[in-house]
């Protein structure tokens, strides 16, 4: 009986997020826009495997093995948590269910980076930062050169060979040599085994398909200051670094070049909808004035005005989104300013008429179901209602059953991300 209750409790729980996060892998914007979906001690960071400073140290897992570690009291201190995020490996998910409510889902995420420019990255930040006071012991793992190449660094654990590979294979601990049935896992696992995955080199798109397939929101986010703007770049990096990197990655290129023709075809991609909340992510990011040049997205029948509406209130949307996240990320007691939320509803609001007219223009009708809620829509009532999904003008619903079940028919999980599902009980616990 105590069972059945708790397995209740815990699918009534909010899904728990887990970041699977590779190093040098745009992880200080992903944490930023994380942090804005999921403020405060809703937001738990796990001590890493595979150290952003260089090494590893597999106590975390050892301890989540054993049932110890930071999550051993009870499955009701992660009850209020909505984000798990460190440097783990995927196989992290063999040991968490103990550590959650009976029945409470777990939904896993990453992002891929270009594994060449990934490991450069992390190497040039060691050696350019390990010696500084700024974060005086973090670059310290042992003696290197005065001048390391990768391959000092990577003879001495400060980087790993394959690390997309060895993260996302699914073992609990990836640690020996990578192998052609770990790259087979891990492109498995990207295919079907995570709910989303994002690509750095394409993180306005990535965010996007992250607040359609998990719910994220808000996604907009602003250019972030952490970059090494010494290391050498293109030209200026050594050939036998390049050569160096290429040589120990050469299962990760091929997991990346997978991953990358896995996003090309999510189909979210040419829908209306996703490229209109794609325009106006990239118009609302700059400072001061939105920037309303970008083209009308194929299919959108109305005349550049009404586009030009459509793409200012979206942006002005996400704007004050952001601005009200981050208000009650520093607020305990939840809710923005009765000012902002005027705001908000008149944003809200204008979207709604201006997709009205988009309709008398020749777009259809939005659709009737609503797409993944804000995270905390439910117990904040200042965070704007999800935009209802825009459709082409033309396309009935029998095509799109037609669509979907030519989708299921080819067994596709496009992208690497599951199909969209409903997100509510992301916000509600339902």
Request: proline residues 7%; positive net charge.
């Amino acid at each position: 009986m105590a069972d059945r209750r708790a397995a209740r409790a815990g699918s009534r729980q909010a899904p728990l997020l887990v970041f699977v996060h590779v190093p040098k892998t745009a992880g200080t914007t992903v944490r930023t826009v994380l942090a804005m979906n999921a403020p405060g001690g809703k937001n738990r960071m796990l001590s890493g495997v595979f150290k952003g400073g260089g090494g590893l140290d597999n106590s975390l897992m050892e301890q989540l093995r054993e049932g110890k570690g930071p999550l051993e009291r009870s499955p009701r201190d992660l009850a209020g948590v909505r984000v798990l995020r460190g440097h783990v490996p995927l196989g992290i998910r063999e040991h968490l269910p103990q550590h959650v409510a009976a029945g409470r889902e777990l939904r896993y995420f990453t992002f891929l980076r270009d594994p060449v420019d990934r490991i450069l990255s992390h190497f040039f930040a060691i050696r350019d930062r390990r010696d500084g006071v700024e974060e005086s012991g973090k670059y310290t793992l042992g003696a290197l050169p005065r001048e390391p190449t990768l391959d000092d660094m990577l003879e001495r654990g400060y980087v790993h060979d394959n690390l997309h590979t060895r993260m996302l294979s699914g073992l609990p601990e990836p640690y020996e040599e990578v192998t052609d049935e770990m790259l087979e896992q891990a492109k498995g696992n990207i295919r079907d085994g995570l709910d989303f995955f994002g690509i750095s080199e394409r993180f306005d798109e990535s965010l996007v398909l992250a607040e359609q397939r998990l719910g994220l929101s808000p996604i907009l986010y602003r250019a972030p200051s952490r970059v090494n703007m010494t290391r050498p770049r293109d030209s200026e990096v050594p050939r036998k670094f390049i050569r160096s990197a290429e040589r120990s990655n050469r299962y990760d290129v091929e997991l990346y070049r997978y991953a990358c023709e896995l996003f090309d075809n999510a189909p979210e991609h040419g829908q209306l909808e996703f490229e209109v909340e794609l325009a106006a992510l990239r118009a609302a990011r700059g400072e001061g004035r939105i920037d309303l040049d970008a083209p009308a997205p194929d299919g959108l029948d109305g005349t550049d005005d009404v586009w030009r509406m459509l793409l200012h209130a979206r942006a002005t949307a996400m704007r004050l989104q952001l601005d009200n996240a981050r208000h009650r990320a520093r607020a305990a007691a939840g809710g923005g300013p009765k000012a902002l939320q005027h705001e908000l509803n008149t944003a809200r609001s204008r979207v709604e008429q201006l997709e009205a007219e988009l309709a008398r223009h020749g777009v259809a009708s939005p659709a009737t179901s609503d797409p993944p809620q804000p995270a905390d829509a439910s117990t904040n009532p200042s965070m704007p209602r999800p935009k209802r999904a825009l459709r082409r003008a033309g396309a009935s619903s029998a095509s799109r059953s037609h669509s979907k079940r030519e989708s299921k028919r080819n067994g596709r999980k496009a992208g690497g991300v599951q199909p969209t599902r409903t997100h509510t009980d992301w916000e509600t616990g339902a």
